[in-house]
C-alpha cells in the first residue's frame, strides 16, 4: 500500500468538529440492486486482519490461510483456474527457495462461458507485516485492515457482481503476495513459463492496495492513467458522473500493477485524495488519525469504522469493470 500523502494529528477541536458530521458520512448506504455489498466486505475483511491471522506475515502458515481462504472465496464465485490447474499458484523466492508461497489467481467466465481471450484483470495483495515491534499498547501484531484486507475484499466484492452480470472480456482476479517484501509475487508470476502468453492477453489491469476512507472523496489520483489510456479516460468519465475529479499520473514501482505496466499493459491504480463530501479539513484530519493507521498495529477494524468511503470505491471499481470488459 502507497503511503499517505497527508501527515496529520488529531486536536481537540477536531474531535468536537467531527462529531458534526453527518449521518451519511459515517453509516453504510442501504444496499440496491446494483449497489456494493458492504457487509460482506467488512465481514472478510474482518476475518483476514483477525488477530488470529497474525497479520498474515510472509512465510507463515497465516500467510498460507488467508490464501486458501481466498482461493475458496473464488472457487465459490466460480473462477477457474488461469496459470497452471490451481488457483492456488505456489512460487519460490531467490533467498528463501525452500518455502512456497502462494499467489491466488483466478478467472470468471464471460458471458458465453469462455475463459479464453482478452482479459480484464483486478488485483490485491493478500500478504502484511505480520509480527513486529510493539506499540504504545504493546500491540504487536500487524493487522492490515486497510492494508490490504479490506482491498482484498473489495476486489471480491467486484468479483461477486461480475459473476453475477458478466461481461464479453472474462475477469481476472489476482491476489498477489509478498507485495510487502518488493512486490515479489508480481515478478514471480511475470517470471513464470507461461507468463508472456498470459500478460499479452490482458487488456487491463486494475490495482486495488489505498485501504478505503472514512469519507467519500470528491478528488482521486490515478497511478498509471499518464499516458491517457482508453481505460483511463473511462474511468475519469464515470468519476465526474459521480461529481469527482481525477489526477492522473504515470506508472510507478509502488504496486504489484506496475509489473504489468512494465509489459505495456494499461493499469489503473486508484487512490483516494485528501477532499471528502461533507467533512471539513478538520472533520478529515481527525477521521484519518481515527481509522487511517497505516504499517501500524492499530491498523484493525473497529465497529465504528465508517463505510461511506468503501462503498464508493467498491462502486467505483464495479463500474470499470462492468464497463471495461464489454
Known sequence: MPRPAIAFVATAAAVLLVSG??????????????APDTMAIVTLARALSHDSMKGRGPWTPENSAAARRLASELATLGAK????????VPFVTRDRP???VYNVIGVLPSRT??????????????????????????????NGFLDAALPNAMVLDVARRYRASPGDRPLAVVF???????????????DHPDAEALFARFNLVIGVDAGAPAGEPVAWSVMGALPPHPAALLADSIARSHGWTLRPSAPRPISDVYVFASKGIPILFPIPGPEWKGYTL?????????????????????????????????????????????
Request: proline residues 4%.
Open 98 to 100: 525452500a518455502d512456497t
Open 113 to 142: 462461458g469462455t475463459v479464453t481471450g482478452e482479459l480484464i484483470g483486478i488485483t490485491s495483495h493478500l500478504d502484511h507485516l505480520g509480527i513486529g515491534a510493539a506499540d504504545s499498547s504493546g500491540d504487536t501484531i500487524y
Open 81 to 88: 483456474p488461469l496459470v497452471g490447474s490451481s488457483l492456488l
Open 176 to 190: 498477489f503476495n509478498l507485495e510487502e517484501r518488493g512486490l515479489l509475487g508480481a515478478i514471480a508470476l511475470a
Open 282 to 326: 478538520e472533520q478529515r484530519l481527525f477521521a484519518m488519525h481515527r481509522w487511517d493507521h497505516y504499517h501500524k498495529p492499530s491498523d484493525q477494524w473497529v465497529a465504528d469504522f465508517p463505510l461511506v468511503g468503501t462503498a464508493a470505491f467498491a462502486q467505483w471499481l464495479w463500474e470499470i469493470v462492468r464497463e471495461t470488459s464489454k
Open 21 to 34: 458530521c453527518a449521518a451519511a458520512q459515517i453509516s453504510a448506504p442501504a444496499p440496491g440492486r446494483d
